[in-house]
Nanobody, 124 residues
Framework: QVQLVESGGGSVQAGGSLRLSCAAS????????MGWFRQAPGKEREGLAY???????SYADSVKGRFTISKDNAKNTLYLQMNSLKTEDTAAYYC??????????????????WGQGTQVTVSS
């Protein structure tokens, strides 16, 4: 059983920054892919950023240039650096992980391991 625990959410004014962390309960070897998603009330879960086993990253257009995904394998931790936050970034943020063999282009349905979520609120 793998557990993912997000932290770092909170309230921030528009234009500010936050860094989210996702700590894994065990080491993810290089066969695993990881991603960040968010879900606002009444909206579908949105994929934001994805990192594969070669550390290649990809981003949704809505966050490209503002958010950066990274991981520290020694700490079993995934990060999401969020800069230039906008009010529309307000949502619950989730990290996800699974074997890259099961994940196709970072789609949410392909990830089997999810964190409990951390709330990000951006005010104007």
């Amino acid at each position: 059983q793998v557990q993912l625990v997000e932290s770092g959410g909170g309230s921030v004014q528009a234009g500010g920054s936050l860094r989210l962390s996702c700590a894994a309960s065990r080491y993810f070897d290089r066969s695993y892919c990881m991603g960040w998603f968010r879900q606002a009330p009444g909206k579908e879960r949105e994929g934001l950023a994805y990192i594969d086993n070669d550390d290649t990253t990809s981003y949704a257009d809505s966050v490209k240039g503002r958010f950066t995904i990274s991981k520290d394998n020694a700490k079993n931790t995934l990060y999401l650096q969020m800069n230039s936050l906008k009010t529309e970034d307000t949502a619950a943020y989730y990290c996800a992980a699974d074997s890259c063999a099961l994940v196709v282009a970072g789609k949410a349905r392909d990830f089997g391991y999810w964190g409990q979520g951390t709330q990000v609120t951006v005010s104007s």
